[in-house]
């Protein structure tokens, strides 16, 4: 999945022309750590079972192309990597991978979560005082969850692996503080359907310390979470939360 990001951003990179401004073509790329702590729970068709993960960090990278074509959205392309280790002594029985995990006994796991957004979205304000975005996000998963543990008195370790597009709605907004090169940012997608709930939302302060006419760069700094509540995406159900600072730099040619 990783490849696949890196090519279409390159290729975004490879059509914009790099002293262009908004009003005719604008790339924006960036890259953050994001240093989490992270609880919940997950199953496969049975009942959830709480584990609890390590803290870590992550990286994010992500590249957006803006143009004036009209009724045509902007493009976003994010990539996040997110893989939780965690245990938990089972209070009761377990079942995972088509394996009963006995009570009493520890169960560790992996659950990679790392995905793809793909973000459609239009600009209502865009200017040095004032951004607004909104649009649809689609958030892609292709990963898995492993389990080991004690089954039937031996060691058993058992992978599901697990896909699917997740439609969301996406909005972000940004204020400029004037003569200062510092402004405030939110952005956030969301989605609640029956019992499915995802939200993924950072808040934060940028400085952009290069600004001219060929390219402008900024530092960003916030607070990050993400809370996936999943219902029946192959067969697998979570109900985790992702949070924690993060920090990043922005190029926007």
């Known amino acids: 999945m990783k490849k696949h990001f890196l090519a279409a951003a390159l290729s975004l990179a490879c059509i914009a022309p790099a002293a262009q401004a908004d009003t005719v073509l604008g790339l924006y790329v960036g890259a953050e750590g994001w240093d ?14 709480n ?21 045509v959205p902007n493009v976003k392309l994010r990539y996040t990597e997110l893989e939780l280790n965690g245990q938990t002594l089972l209070t009761e029985s377990f079942d995972f991978g088509g394996e009963v995990y006995t009570v009493g ?16 979205y239009y600009e209502l304000f865009d200017n040095d005082l004032l951004t607004f975005d909104f649009g649809l996000n689609f958030k892609q998963f292709d990963g898995s969850i492993m389990v080991s543990g004690t089954s039937n008195g031996t060691t058993r370790t058992e992978t599901v692996d697990f896909s699917g597009f997740v439609p969301l709605g996406y909005v972000r907004g940004e204020v400029g503080l004037p003569l200062t090169g510092l402004s405030v940012f939110a952005e956030g997608s969301m989605l609640a359907i029956d019992d499915s709930k995802i939200q993924d939302y950072q808040v934060g302060i940028a400085y952009e310390f290069i600004d001219n006419m060929a390219i402008d760069v900024a530092v960003k700094a916030g607070y990050r979470s993400m809370v996936l509540e999943l219902d029946d995406i192959d067969d697998i159900n979570t109900d985790l939360d992702v949070s924690g600072p993060f920090a990043g730099v922005q190029v926007h040619f």
Do not use: C, R, W
């Open 51 to 71: 584990f609890n993960f390590e803290d870590d960090t992550f990286s994010s990278v992500y590249a957006a192309l803006e143009h004036p074509v009209p009724l």
């Open 36 to 49: 989490t702590e992270s609880e919940g729970s997950f199953s496969e068709k049975g009942s959830m079972q």
């Open 105 to 120: 006994t520890t169960a560790t796991t992996n659950a990679d979560l790392t995905h793809m957004d793909y973000t459609l």
